[in-house]
């Protein structure tokens, strides 16, 4: 009996062997949850070594239009400033009770107990349901740790400056209307059909145009960059549809 079992499970080990791919959408997904786990487990203890850290948030739609909240933190151990990002999570309500709900929850869930009373900063972006001095979730923050004090994203605040110094230099603030305006002319579907057959007669591939966004400067430099890629490809198309009168406005417009 020993030595059958013995052979069953040498077999079942060859065939396990064999056949494991863990390619199956449930395995992957168990696979990255314990490497999150584990890896918030190393920062966890990293934070806690440091004591005091402070918290950056933000919110932005994923590809599939969810809000999704992420969470990172700063702290300074060994000689060294660390930063560390702790996890996106889906955001339904976007009041400031709710984020900052959903900050404490990411603070607090398994294998990341961080005592979020160590935290002695917080920055976040310029909107008011972050920044808001009375019922803002810096101020909602501060309620509960007093020390917490808020700074306007430095990163948010140098976009805002490079906005609207753009829209006061005349040149640039025609250019990057012109692109906005050729990225609205090109989402049309017939022309963005020919623009895409375009691209595939001259480059086999495809790059779609980028749309422009006060509140983030790199998609400026991605739509200047696609823009650059496609430059051919939008005279040809622009080209094409000049010379089809039957398109009407569009051919005008061209």
Known sequence: VITANIKKQSHCRKQIKRRAKYTHPSIQNTILNVLASATLEVVSKQINSAVYFSIMADE??????TEQLSVSVRFYLNGKVHERFLGFRPANLLDATSLLTYIKETLSRPKCSINMQNCIAQTYDGANVMKGSVSGVQ????????QAIYTHCVNHRLNLVIVDVCKNIESANSFFSLLQKLYVFMSGSATHSLFINVQYEMRKSVIELKALSETRWICQAAACEAMKKTLPAIIV?????????????RSQEA
Request: aromatic residues 4%; glycine residues 8%; proline residues 4%.
């Open 60 to 65: 932005t739609k994923d590809v599939s239009k």
């Open 139 to 146: 101020t909602l923050f501060r309620k509960d740790v007093p």
């Open 237 to 249: 198309t622009l080209h094409r549809l000049e010379e089809d009168r039957g398109r009407g406005d």
